[in-house]
T-cell receptor, first 117, second 114 residues
């Protein structure tokens, strides 16, 4: 079974703090993704990575950065947390099949519910 | 107009009934489509992919209507355990570049009642 783990299920931070969210997958997947999920909006892609040290911006990268130093680990960083970053953050991974990068089955971690006060 | 739209529901359905819901998409160049299931306070999990001919998996049938730009999910003989939010995902090409993107709908909530 593919397993994607995230460092925290619940996190409470204060405005202006630097926040690190960690994600680890154990299936040697090339692609890794960070999403946020808000009520009524669906999942929105923040960043994704298709290889170690490679990253691409998603739909809403502002206020976030990422790091992928090892294939199994993809970190999301909130440089200076703000209240509008209160959300559920979901990490996902997927295989590369047939040279495609984005439309294969994605396996998700359990999510981190972040509250910024 | 949102790129991918779903009726948020909730759909309240008695156990054993058949239920169907749709997902509309705006980009006619979309190539592939998926249904994910998300249980309350859990992560999304792939339910089924939807290809041009549609497909069936047990009680679940997914169809694609390119002319009207929507996909559908039909659940027959619904079970209490089918209660969840069903997320539609569309692979759409951004005309500004060559990279395909996955666009997620906000989901349809389904409640199966005994």
């Amino acid at each position: 079974d593919v397993k994607v783990t995230q460092s925290s299920r619940y996190l409470v931070k204060r405005t202006g703090e630097k926040v690190f969210l960690e994600c680890v997958q154990d299936m040697d997947h090339e692609n890794m993704f960070w999403y946020r999920q808000d009520p009524g909006l669906g999942l929105r892609l923040i960043y994704f990575s298709y290889d170690v040290k490679m990253k691409e911006k998603g739909d809403i990268p502002e206020g976030y950065s990422v790091s992928r130093e090892k294939k199994e680990r993809f970190s999301l960083i909130l440089e200076s947390a703000s209240t509008n970053q209160t959300s559920m953050y979901l990490c996902a991974s997927s295989l590369v099949i047939g040279g495609t990068r984005t439309y294969n089955e994605q396996f998700f971690g359990p999510g981190t519910r972040l509250t910024v006060l | 107009r949102k790129e991918v739209e779903q009726d948020p529901g909730p759909f309240n359905v008695p156990e054993g009934a058949t239920v169907a819901f749709n997902c509309t998409y705006s980009n006619s160049a979309s190539q592939s489509f998926f249904w994910y299931r998300q249980d309350c306070r859990k992560e999304p999990k792939l339910l089924m992919s939807v290809y041009s001919s549609g497909n069936e998996d047990g009680r679940f049938t997914a169809q694609l209507n390119r002319a009207s730009q929507y996909i559908s999910l039909l659940i027959r003989d619904s079970k209490l355990s089918d209660s969840a939010t069903y997320l539609c995902v569309v692979n759409s090409k951004d005309f500004m570049d060559s990279n395909y993107q996955l666009i997620w709908g906000a989901g349809t909530k389904l409640i199966i009642k005994p």
